[in-house]
């Protein structure tokens, strides 16, 4: 599978991902995310046990405003389900993703709390795209960024990134 973010016209950019085949490279199915009429982008991807594709990245809303945008797509390329997260009017979104072994997936990424900068900001969702639990993480009031993140056999959910000025939980 191949994804990223593609021109339509304007300043309109959308997500996509294309299944190809392992016998010749032909396209097996392609998926577009319309998203907004905006700067819309792939960040990461993971597969699950199911070959379920899930994505994460940023639908742009307007201006500074993106939301935190998590899509499961079938192992034929449709949408199983869409989640989103954008609490205030600023920036917020999904750098990584990962699953477990049961199949529930984690995103981490950057959240805008509206008083202070970018924070981590951590979601878990069931492989059935319900919300298990979220947690925000600020650092020093400053420009915190998730880039990535994994599950360890034991269920331990590990996070990294950048803290501009220290992470102080």
Do not use: C
Not at 23 to 37: E, I, Q
Not at 40 to 66: F, P, R, Y
Not at 89 to 108: G, H, L, S
């Amino acid at each position: 599978v191949i994804g990223g973010f593609y021109y339509v016209g304007g300043n309109d950019y959308d997500i996509f991902a294309q299944k190809l085949s392992t016998v010749d490279g032909s396209v097996t199915w392609t998926y577009n995310h319309p998203g907004s009429a905006n700067y819309d982008e792939l960040k990461d991807m993971t597969i699950d046990g199911n070959d379920n594709v899930i994505l994460v990245g940023g639908v742009q809303l307007s201006g500074a405003n993106s939301e935190f945008t998590t899509l499961s797509l079938s192992p034929t390329g449709t949408l199983n389900w869409a989640r989103s997260y954008n609490p205030t009017t600023n920036r917020d979104f999904a750098n990584a993703v990962t699953v477990d072994a049961a199949n529930n997936v984690y995103v981490a990424g950057e959240s805008h709390s509206g008083t202070t900068q970018l924070e981590f900001y951590t979601i878990k969702y069931s492989t059935g795209g319900t919300l298990q639990w979220q947690l925000r993480t600020d650092g020093n009031v400053a420009a915190d960024r998730a880039t990535s993140i994994a599950v360890a056999p034991d269920g331990n959910v590990y996070v990294g990134g950048t803290s501009y000025r220290g992470l102080y939980l």
